[in-house]
């Protein structure tokens, strides 16, 4: 009976979605989240700390009277003291705190997610040409009460930048296993990275309330009216080298975050398993 009424909660919310002006509600979060008035940020900083559970023991900063708004707070820093060391093995590490919402591999341009949704790397990338296929994909689902900065999963160079507009929809777990190739219709950004070995993708999907995707070197990259949709780094000049661990973006409020890579010959690590917590640094492949 519970899990009947649980369905019908859920897709009553799904269809909240499809008539919601959800590009709205996140603007307006946008401006209300970057209001500085102390005692409003304040406010609204313990009804979220509240309503998400959220301890700062872990975070550098741990007073809320320090943050200057509260997007400065959706965004805090990790203490990565609080995290494992990063070793000089070509593993690949975790880009981000989240729970494993689904891996495997990727074949003929396709994978599945939820066990139902197949998806096609070239719709969710945008790109026709890629070299994906044979390769592997781990998709890690960050909860509002995660921290939102996303790091480097291995050593490799910034090649390009996609940004892709498009919905908005909730990327909670229902959603996305009741809202057919929902990764492939939210606004997203796409990071395409290479080493020596293999190339990467970092895909940061957007969200409702996740109207706005920035990145460490290049600032906000979404919504697309900061920035051209494509940033190609054609030139040694401008390609720029990123260490394993380095802090490579960040969202407002929880996202997802899908790692592709092209054909690896490791395999996944013991972390990665369906509703597994993920930390960053954690072994994703060994």
């Not at 790091?151 to 507009?165: G, N, Q, R, V, W």
Request: glycine letters at 4%; one cysteine or more; hydrophobic letters at 35%.
């Amino acid at each position: 009976m519970k899990k009947n009424i649980k369905k019908l909660i859920n897709q009553f919310k799904i269809t909240l979605f499809y008539v919601s002006p959800l590009h709205l509600i996140s603007s307006i979060t946008f401006k209300a989240s970057r209001i500085e008035d102390s005692f409003i940020k304040n406010f609204l900083i313990k009804i979220y700390m509240s309503l998400f559970n959220i301890n700062l023991d872990e975070y550098k900063t741990k007073d809320i009277n320090e943050y200057k708004t509260l997007n400065d707070f959706f965004t805090r820093e990790l203490d990565l003291s609080f995290r494992k060391n990063i070793n000089e093995s070509n593993n690949i590490i975790s880009p981000c705190d989240g729970t494993i919402a689904g891996f495997g591999d990727i074949n003929d341009n396709t994978f599945i997610h939820a066990k139902k949704h197949n998806y096609s790397v070239s719709e969710l990338t945008h790109e026709r040409d890629n070299n994906f296929s044979g390769g592997k994909f781990v998709n890690i689902y960050l909860e509002p009460k995660d921290c939102h900065r996303i790091y480097m999963p291995c050593d490799a160079s910034l090649e390009k930048i996609t940004h892709i507009p498009g919905s908005l929809y909730s990327v909670a777990p229902y959603a996305t296993k009741g809202i057919k190739k929902l990764y492939s219709k939210n606004e997203r950004v796409v990071l395409n990275f290479k080493n020596n070995e293999y190339f990467f993708c970092l895909v940061m999907i957007g969200a409702v309330n996740v109207g706005c995707i920035s990145l460490s070197d290049f600032g906000i990259v979404a919504p697309s009216k900061h920035r051209s949709n494509v940033v190609k780094f054609n030139s040694k000049e401008d390609i720029k080298l990123y260490k394993k661990g380095q802090e490579v973006g960040m969202f407002n409020l929880g996202s997802t975050v899908i790692l592709l890579t092209s054909k690896i010959t490791c395999d996944w690590s013991n972390n990665i398993e369906i509703n597994k917590k993920i930390l960053i640094r954690d072994e994703i492949t060994r």
